[in-house]
């Protein structure tokens, strides 16, 4: 064989290698848009059982990039973000709000609370899958629906649904009962809203048959005798 056939196969092997890639991601996106996405193109995670004895459990901080944002914004990617929740505890509502992580901080300032993390999310993340760690304190803190800093927030008895179009800077979603007492046990859905998320799985299966039809031409032409 030719130096520039093994040249040809080399690279044709590659691109092959390349479209198995964009087919994957493309039949990826297809099952999530078949899956978890509603009617109002939000992806849906699973429902998240959180059961912790603290005053609140906090994801975050989300880090939002000023310029980052103006471009998926102007590309129509990321707007929108959901979070749907209700209280396992009739006796009590639940309390769902962003912030500033700045002034989340400063609220909770020597109060009890967990910091919700994953090491291994995806949208079908179980509540074993959650690690949480827990910050101590020993104040009471007052409740959260008599501050004025959130962004967002919804409180009440019943499912609740807090909604928040994302903006720059750090911020912090904070879950509680809606009275700021200890002993939180909450069912809660993340969402967000990404609108073309099913024109751009067809884009990737397309472009993967494009790629792989071509892999498989550079291939031939490599292997082939004259």
């Not at 459990?57 to 929108?80: F, H, K, Q, S, Y």
């Not at 009890?112 to 949208?123: G, K, P």
């Amino acid at each position: 064989m030719s130096a520039g056939k093994i040249i040809l196969l080399v690279f044709g092997i590659i691109v092959l290698l390349i479209s198995f890639g964009f087919l994957v991601g493309g039949g990826a996106l297809i099952w999530v848009d078949a899956t978890h996405v509603d009617d109002e193109e939000f992806i849906n995670s699973d429902t998240i059982n959180i059961e912790r004895d603290t005053h609140a459990v906090i994801t975050g901080p989300i880090d939002i990039d000023e310029e980052a944002l103006r471009v998926v914004n102007w590309m129509g990617i990321i707007t929108d973000f959901e979070i749907e929740g209700r209280s396992n505890d009739s006796s009590k509502g639940i309390f769902i709000g962003v912030a500033d992580e700045s002034d989340v901080e400063a609220y909770l300032s020597n109060v009890a609370y967990d910091e919700m993390t994953s090491l291994d999310f995806s949208w079908q993340l179980s509540s074993d899958d959650i690690i949480y760690t827990k910050h101590l304190g020993n104040s009471i803190p007052v409740a959260p629906t008599s501050e004025t800093f959130w962004t967002a927030s919804s409180h009440g008895n019943g499912t609740q649904t807090m909604a928040w179009e994302t903006e720059a800077g750090r911020h912090s979603i904070v879950l509680m009962n809606d009275d700021g007492s200890a002993g939180v046990d909450l069912s809660v859905i993340y969402k967000v809203k990404i609108p073309l998320i099913f024109g751009l799985s067809v884009g990737l299966l397309v472009g993967g048959i494009v790629v792989l039809i071509g892999g498989c031409f550079m291939v031939y032409f490599a292997v082939r005798r004259s």
